[in-house]
């Protein structure tokens, strides 16, 4: 890539920023508005986890391939096609709720499915073009950037959609979702991207065996995403039961639900002051520990709590502690890829970390349902957190020999 001004190079990451933001807002306003809709049609814990596990699965075949059209297209092209058609999907499940509600619970699973698809293809557009914009030196605090975007969406997303379903049918909010994709397409359409050609017509089939070979040789980055599957499926139970424990457990109001996600959100802004001054004072290795330590005991914390109050406040602990993980977790990672085949890796990475959200979905809707969702959350908390550790702790200690283990003024100045 040639060499870019400051001042191109600042503009290009808030506009990156912003389509980022949107097409995160939009997914947020969806997770919002989806559960609630199917829990309130249904008063069954069962059909959330039936239908967050089949919202998933689709996802974890399209990821692979996600990942070498992210090579061959670069990322801006894929991102913009990809919201485009969400948008459409969401639109067209509008309309079904609205002129035919009798399918309203089969549109919105087949909207479900729909999305999780094309996520793949978005998440892969973003990890090919974060190191591109970012450049080696910023890449930590970009990687931080998308994190916090993450948590902003978490905040926004779900108190807005609170206060409008508060005076407005709950359906529009997936109109607005689709106006929040579009957005984000246009917030994209000038940023700088990568491509590699295709070398032939049977090139598809030897560029995903590549990116397999490539994961299974790279020891940090395969023990990384296992280390990755034990917390998503931690986190899976979590937020596939979260609306169930809200509204069915607690009794509690549906504001409830969408204030304790947008509390887990609003992390992000305090994320935005003490994340560039905590990688001043830690390694890399060490804000991840910490992070990994703390999402360990809040979801221990959710497992037990006996109040809608000290589950939303665990509930926020173990985001924190996500979010702080996340930053090692990303910028790790790409480091130990070679950008060239960034795509191939990181597309049999992603299904190996996302076959957990389709499991944990299941476990919610069998052992959940019988058991309940807190006693399941509380054993997968257990589990992340002895053996886990020792996974954690191994993860690091290959990363430092792949890597070197950077001094403490090395990582400020990242």
Known sequence: ????????????????????????????????????????????????????????????????????????????????????????????????????????????????????????????????????????????????????????????????????????????????????????????????????????????????????????????????????????????AVLSANAFVISGVFSAADGVFGLMNAGAGALGLLNFILVPRLLARLSIYRLGALGFALLCLGLICMGVASGVVLYALSFLLAMAGCAWFNVFNRTQRIKAIDKAHLGKVMGPFYLVNLLSYPLGGLLTASVGHVYGPQVLILVLALVLTVPGTLLFILTTRRFQLALGAPSLAMEASQ
């Open 1 to 236: 890539m040639p060499e870019v001004s400051a001042d191109a190079r600042r503009r290009a990451i808030r506009l990156f920023g912003a389509g980022l933001l949107c097409a995160l807002l939009a997914e947020q306003t969806v997770l919002f508005a989806v559960p609630l809709m199917i829990f309130q049609l249904t008063g069954n814990v069962r059909y959330s986890g039936i239908a967050f596990a089949l919202e998933w699965l689709p996802a974890l075949i399209a990821y692979p391939f996600a990942g070498l059209l992210a090579d061959r297209f670069g990322g801006r092209l894929l991102f913009r096609a990809a919201n485009t058609a969400r948008g459409l999907s969401l639109g067209v499940t509008l309309w079904i709720c609205w002129f035919a509600p009798q399918w309203t619970i089969w549109a919105l699973i087949g909207n479900g499915i729909v999305l999780s698809v094309l996520m793949a293809p978005v998440r892969m557009a973003v990890e090919k073009s974060v190191p591109l914009i970012a450049g080696p030196e910023r890449l930590a605090h970009c990687q931080s950037l998308v994190q916090n975007m993450e948590l902003l969406a978490m905040a926004l997303g779900p108190a807005l959609a609170a206060g409008l379903a508060m005076y407005t049918d709950k359906r529009w909010l997936l109109g607005l979702a689709a106006l929040a994709l579009f957005a984000a397409a246009l917030c994209w359409r000038n940023l700088p991207t990568a491509r590699t050609p295709a070398s032939g017509p049977g090139s598809v089939l030897k560029d995903l065996a590549l990116g397999w070979r490539l994961l299974l040789g790279n020891r940090p980055v395969l023990t990384l995403a296992g280390l990755n599957f034990t917390i998503n499926l931690a986190f899976a």
